[in-house]
């Protein structure tokens, strides 16, 4: 997620009409089309994510959003630095101490229920970090990322171990692959020039996955805020469209009709380089239910406000699905804790999780259920286009 956001995208300072836009789209979306960021508590150790899993496809959730992170799956650059009681939870892979504990539930969860899974290997650990201690360092060269990149496809991927140690599950082997989150960000990549540092990770990140893989699909990194012009650095990289196979964006805006106008900026920079033919995903998008909690950086807002602005965003992106080229959608983010922090993310959540331990739906959820379910009955039965992308209402506020 994006720590820093822009506040709006003016849409009369666009020569882009959403209205427009929306003309003649297609109602019909495909599986795994409506997703959601699964992170935070239900990533947590211990954690059992099969009950909101089970929720999630009540409620029209076809396809889920992980970070694999890269300092969790390989925190020790040795087993000699590893402490003699989490021994047990280490695979040695390549010499390097390895811990699938954190992704093996999840991974299972999402095949047991059939939910698609797109997984996000991102966030340097100390030892592999060009400037070790530093949050968001991008890595130190290429190899050791590609190392790990290598590590999670000869577990999750056709060929998984985790699928041969666990034959009980449906094998549904991880096929989508987001390389980094965010790097045109200082917290997620602290060098400005960040770039041609990145395309260079694509590169040796793609090279491993299709060594195991051939048939995975290799999702560029989200680019928030001003995404188009970061797809623009990208691009001026040599040899970089050829690197992935979908562009990804991660439109935070204050109002709902933004996402058109920046995947549409996005758009407009893959046809000036080529790439006209390519999806695009929207990793993430989202509003925060913390204002008046947590200082505002732009999309804050109430959770009936959050209700309000999801009811028009996913019948929008729907609308502009077959227009914009836009292949997945994932809202950021399906369960959170709300509690005050120093991030607006902590109130992402369409579904709220008490100390107790205890889950309560927050009215955007409700919406979020009513239009997702929407346009799955639209994809299984012919329907008219009008009632399929139609913004859903946020439910009324109750007085206590």
């Not at 990194?221 to 970089?240: E, F, H, K, T, V």
């Not at 995947?263 to 993430?284: F, H, L, Q, W, Y």
Request: with cysteine.
């Amino acid at each position: 997620m994006s720590l820093l956001v822009r506040s709006a995208v003016a849409a009369g300072c666009l020569a882009i009409s959403v209205a427009a836009l929306a003309g003649g789209a297609s109602a019909r979306v495909p599986q795994g089309f409506a997703g959601a960021m699964v992170d935070g508590p239900m990533m947590a150790p211990g954690y059992d994510p099969g009950p909101e899993m089970d929720v999630m496809v009540a409620s029209g959730v076809e396809s889920v959003r992980v970070a694999f992170h890269w300092v969790d799956g390989q925190p020790y650059r040795s087993f000699a630095d590893v402490p003699a009681a989490q021994l047990p939870r280490f695979t040695n892979v390549g010499g390097v101490p390895t811990d699938f504990t954190r992704f093996d539930p999840v991974v299972g969860a999402a095949a047991r229920r059939g939910i698609e899974l797109l997984a996000v290997p991102t966030t340097s650990p100390w030892w592999a970090a060009k400037y070790p201690g530093t949050f968001g360092s991008p890595p130190r060269g290429t190899a050791t990322f590609a190392r790990y990149v290598r590590a999670l496809v000869a577990r999750y991927g056709p060929r998984g171990s985790f699928w041969r140690e666990n034959p009980q599950l449906p094998r549904r082997p991880v096929r989508r692959w987001q390389l980094w989150n965010e790097p045109s960000l200082r917290y997620s990549w602290t060098d400005a020039r960040w770039a041609p540092a990145y395309v260079r990770l694509l590169r040796a990140g793609g090279r491993a996955i299709r060594r195991l893989d051939r048939r995975a699909r290799i999702v560029l990194a989200g680019l928030p805020n001003d995404s188009w012009r970061a797809l623009r650095a990208i691009y001026r990289q040599r040899g970089a469209r050829r690197l992935f196979d979908e562009t990804a964006v991660h439109p935070y805006t204050r109002p709902a009709r933004g996402l058109a106008i920046i995947v549409a900026r996005a758009r407009a920079v893959m046809r000036r380089n080529g790439d006209a033919r390519k999806p695009i995903s929207v990793t993430e998008y989202g509003w925060p239910s913390s204002r008046g909690k947590v200082d505002d950086i732009g999309v804050s807002t109430t959770e009936q406000g959050q209700a309000r602005r999801l009811g028009d965003a996913l019948p929008l992106l729907a609308s502009l699905r077959r227009r914009l080229g836009i292949s997945r959608t994932y809202y950021y983010s399906w369960l959170g804790p709300d509690r005050p922090s120093t991030s607006i993310f902590y109130f992402a959540g369409l579904r709220r999780i008490e100390p107790s331990g205890e889950v309560v739906p927050k009215p955007a959820w409700r919406v979020f259920r009513r239009a997702a379910l929407r346009l799955e009955r639209c994809r299984r039965k012919a329907a008219v286009a009008t009632r399929c992308v139609k913004r859903v209402r946020a439910p009324r506020s109750r007085r206590r």
